[in-house]
């Protein structure tokens, strides 16, 4: 394996969770940066079975220390909750300088949890704002961070070079860098993915507790927006427990807005103000069409999506990031 420093100023990559975002790093970083060395870890060892079949980094390795050992750039995609944890295991493991990163959707946290287990450590969490609803390291390809976002989050005392090089790799492959105040992140989060998410789990499950339908008519007779529901609301479980209890504060924001607008469309519907309604679904569908104009979703039937497969079950959801926690 070459030496030389790859175009996005790294020699090796680690990628420590080998689901669907870790498994897409390691694809997209071989298929880019054919100059880089990628190794990986996750502690189930079924996953390094069939990362290693599926060739997700040039080494899958059985314990973590190994896998970081000569590393410049360490991205961690687990869980969000699982972040500071997995971070201390790699305490007097790390080269001196090595950049820690992470693929997590809530940053704020995560930042503090991954600064308090590695102090000085140069730090540039990252959020790729790219997956599907498959898991597990079978999910993975390399086209998946493609023309969309991927946030950086670096603080202030940040050296400027780690945060350039770590651009520079989500450059590579294919993503399109933003610079972002972690807060603010988590705001926009909210607003984007997590209340989305949680509306979906709420809708869904509403449905199948009704009383007068039964479930078997709620399957049955599902239309085109119910079933969307249930593509997110099918999302890991362990990911997004995470996610709302790491992004609590703006979570909760967003909630009581949603709760307000909400009440208002009540309140329209019971004194039948179809011009207030109107106005309110113009609105909306102009937001869909500038989702369109800006290149994140497809006009065409079905989104023009393709099943990509995937063993593991149901995981990491619509837009957003996240990862499998090793086991």
Not at 2 to 28: C, D, N
């Amino acid at each position: 394996m070459s030496s030389h420093v790859s175009e996005s100023g790294f020699r090796q990559v680690a990628i420590i969770g080998l689901g669907l975002i870790g498994g897409s790093i390691g694809l997209a970083a071989q298929e880019a940066l054919p100059d880089l060395r990628v190794t990986a870890f996750d502690a189930d060892e079924q996953v390094r079975i069939r990362a290693r079949e599926r060739g997700l980094a040039h080494e899958v390795f059985g314990d973590i220390a190994g896998a970081v050992a000569d590393a410049d750039l360490v991205v961690l995609c687990v869980p969000v909750r699982a972040m500071g944890e997995v971070a201390a295991m790699l305490q007097g493991a790390l080269k001196p300088g090595a950049v820690v990163s992470d693929v997590g959707s809530c940053k704020q946290s995560v930042a503090d949890a991954i600064a308090a287990a590695l102090p000085g450590q140069p730090l540039v969490p990252a959020h790729p704002v790219a997956g599907t609803e498959h898991s597990g390291p079978g999910a993975g390809f390399a086209t998946l961070f493609r023309n969309r976002w991927c946030i950086l989050t670096p603080a202030a005392d940040t050296p400027p070079e780690a945060a350039r090089h770590t651009a520079d790799f989500w450059t590579a492959l294919g993503a399109n860098v933003e610079i972002m105040d972690a807060r603010h992140h988590d705001l926009v989060l909210a607003i984007t993915s997590h209340v989305p998410h949680l509306i979906a789990y709420t809708i869904v499950g509403t449905a199948s507790d009704l009383e007068d339908v039964t479930r078997s008519e709620v399957i049955k007779y599902s239309a085109g927006g119910f079933r969307d529901f249930t593509r997110i609301a099918a999302s890991d479980p362990t990911m997004w427990r995470d996610v709302f209890l790491s992004n609590k504060e703006a979570v909760l924001e967003v909630l009581q807005r949603f709760s307000e607008d909400l009440s208002a469309l009540q309140r329209a519907i019971r004194w039948e103000d179809g011009d207030a309604l109107f106005d309110h679904f113009t609105q909306t569908r102009a937001v869909r069409r500038s989702i369109i104009e800006e290149g994140q979703d497809d006009a065409r039937p079905d989104f023009g999506r393709r099943d990509h497969g995937g063993d593991g079950g149901m995981g990491e959801g619509g837009t957003d990031g996240g990862g499998d926690q090793p086991r």
